[in-house]
């Protein structure tokens, strides 16, 4: 298994303002995910982020909102840029342990935008 | 994608069994998952099972694999309170190795 860590656990944001989730992983892996779980509902992909390469972004998403670092191995950042009241959500990031046999979520980030 | 389905709620009597049913959409998906959620937590992976395998049990869960129907299942025996919580069920996508979530069934077990 793997140990993942976000931060901030949580955090209350004015409009247009940016925000940076940090996730970091007690191993190295290849394969970062970025999810978003609006209130109530199930889990969006954002982006994929493999080391080495620049991040993959799902069909709505674009790197403008939501730009992604990943320096290395074991940590990637989202950030969630001029943020609305509709970016209030759950943001988690996921590893890939062994090319799809094992996916790991970190405790996620809830965002709330007023 | 398509979409995951999953029955919304499921309501059982501690004691007895859950049965969370899940109709899939990628016959080609290699792993399928399923996770919980417990109110204000992060998601846990509970099981997996490959493709290539029908059923797969792990103490109290089992899960059931029907492939010519897409259809995956998760059996919770003897279901406790503590088992409350958010079930999703998830497929690899097409694309890569990012996961496809169905809406999550919501179990809630009563005394």
């Known amino acids: 298994s793997a140990v993942i860590s976000q931060k901030p656990s949580r955090d209350i944001c004015q409009r247009g303002t940016s925000l940076t989730i940090q996730c970091q992983v007690d191993s190295q892996v290849t394969m970062m995910f970025w999810y978003r779980q609006q209130p109530g509902q199930s889990l969006t992909l954002i982006a994929t982020a493999n080391q080495g390469s620049e991040a993959t972004y799902e069909s709505g998403f674009v790197i403008d909102k939501f730009p992604i670092s990943r320096p290395n191995l074991t940590f990637s950042t989202l950030t969630v840029s001029n943020m609305s009241p509709e970016d209030s959500s759950i943001y988690l990031c996921?590893?890939?342990?062994?090319?799809?046999?094992?996916?790991?979520f970190g405790p996620g980030t809830r965002l709330l935008v007023l | 994608g398509e979409d995951v389905e999953q029955s919304l709620f499921l309501s059982v009597r501690e004691g007895d069994s859950s049965v969370i049913n899940c109709t899939y959409t990628d016959s080609s998906s290699t792993y399928l998952y399923w996770y919980k959620q417990e109110p204000g937590a992060g998601l846990q992976l509970l099981t997996y099972?490959?493709?290539?395998?029908d059923m797969k049990q792990d103490q109290r869960l089992t899960v059931l694999l029907n492939k010519k129907d897409k259809h995956l299942s998760l059996r919770i025996a003897d279901t406790q309170t503590g088992d409350s919580a958010i079930y999703f069920c998830a497929e690899i996508q097409e694309s890569g190795y990012a996961l496809n979530f169905g809406k999550g069934t919501s179990l809630l077990v009563t005394p």
């Open positions: 996921s590893v890939d342990l062994a090319f799809g046999e094992t996916q790991y």
């Open positions: 099972i490959f493709s290539n395998m």
